[in-house]
Nanobody
Framework: QVQLVESGGGSVQPGGSLRLTCIGS????????MSWWRQLPGKERELVAS?????????EDSVKGRFAISRVSDTTRNRLYLQMNSLKGEDTGLYYC????????WGQGTQVTVSS
């Protein structure tokens, strides 16, 4: 069964860091384009960061220099990560990972709250 499960969200103060993890099952995360999205309160879901099959990365302008997307795909781990540093209040939202297989596969989301 093809599935994505996110974890790592939580509450953090401004300036803090979190690392989100997305565990893939039923496929290799290294073989497909993968991405992180977020839905901020009252807004549409938006692309935060993406990584291509070849490893090229792209970021939404507001997170450049603060967030980093990476992945590990081997016999023991099949994961996508989003390292988030220097978090701001406007980063608060529900974060999702996505895999672009023959159809888009979404995780269930993990909540990130940045507040003092």
């Amino acid at each position: 069964q093809v599935q994505l499960v996110e974890s790592g969200g939580g509450s953090v103060q401004p300036g803090g860091s979190l690392r989100l993890t997305c565990i893939g099952s039923g496929f290799a995360v290294g073989a497909y384009p993968m991405s992180w999205w977020r839905q901020l309160p009252g807004k549409e879901r938006e692309l935060v960061a993406s990584i291509s099959r070849s490893g090229d990365t792209q970021y939404e302008d507001s997170v450049k220099g603060r967030f980093a997307i990476s992945r590990v795909s081997d016999t023991t781990r099949n994961r996508l990560y989003l390292q988030m540093n220097s978090l701001k209040g406007e980063d608060t939202g529900l974060y999702y990972c996505k895999a672009e297989l023959w159809r888009d596969i979404w995780g269930q989301g993990t909540q990130v709250t940045v507040s003092s």
